[in-house]
């Protein structure tokens, strides 16, 4: 079943926040989120597996929360690059085949 | 190469024809996913491929859709009797054993 993304689309002015949120109806082994930009291939951004780790990368960050089968993408300090569209992909381990659920996305949009 | 690499980048074909579409992994990636993702929609899985087990082909959407991945590196997705309703771009994406995924830049297929 397919985790479900919110908010489906964020407005933001360059230096500003956002929260992406990514839930799972069933229990998470992995979490993976990637970027879109229009036309291009879903970049890789981190992976986080389950117990609760948070990592980050230049001013984006997630966590992973295991007992809310739950995975948020923090996007500090916005800059224009991180425009795009943001996918988490959840993995519910090998007995699930060990392939990637996607959400449906979320479109962030930054303006100067 | 550096990357994963697919070809055509675009296929135009006429509904009822078949095509076929070729992915060439990282190097080393014994992982291999093939996704189809609809205009201003998410990643749809199709089939996964690891190492030398039997693929995942939970989903493909119907039984004109198959792969195959030869030596365990090339894959080729195959559409037969093509129709309008599979007009999408076809990713293909490939990593190390429930490691990160890196994705090609598709194949955008069109369905007349």
């Known amino acids: 079943q397919q985790p479900v993304q919110s908010p489906q689309a964020v407005i933001l002015r360059e230096g500003e926040d956002a929260v992406i949120n990514c839930s799972s109806s069933?229990?998470?082994?992995?979490v993976h989120w990637y970027r879109q930009k229009h036309g291009e291939a879903p970049i890789f951004l981190m992976i986080?597996?389950?117990?609760?780790e948070q990592k980050g990368h230049d001013k984006i960050s997630a966590s992973f929360n295991e007992k809310k089968q739950q995975s948020s993408l923090y996007l500090t300090a916005s800059q224009l690059s991180y425009s795009g569209t943001y996918f988490c992909?959840?993995?519910?381990?090998?007995?699930?085949?060990?392939?990637?659920?996607f959400g449906g996305g979320t479109r962030v949009l930054v303006k100067p | 190469g550096a990357g994963v690499s697919q070809s055509p980048s675009n296929k135009v074909t006429e509904k009822g024809k078949d095509v076929e579409l070729r992915c060439d992994p990282i190097?080393?990636?014994?992982?291999l996913y093939w996704y189809r993702q609809s205009l201003g929609q998410g990643l749809e899985f199709l089939i996964y491929f690891q190492g030398n087990s039997a693929p995942d082909k939970s989903g493909l959407p119907s039984d004109r859709f198959s792969a195959e991945r030869t030596g365990g590196s090339v894959s080729t997705l195959t559409i037969q009797r093509t129709q309008q309703e599979d007009s999408a771009v076809y990713l293909c994406a490939t990593g190390i054993y429930q490691e990160t995924q890196y994705f090609g830049p598709g194949t955008r297929l069109l369905v007349l």
């Open positions: 069933k229990a998470l082994y992995s």
């Open positions: 992909g959840t993995g519910y381990g090998k007995a699930a085949g060990n392939k990637l659920t």
């Open positions: 986080l597996l389950k117990g609760g």
């Open positions: 190097s080393g990636h014994t992982a």
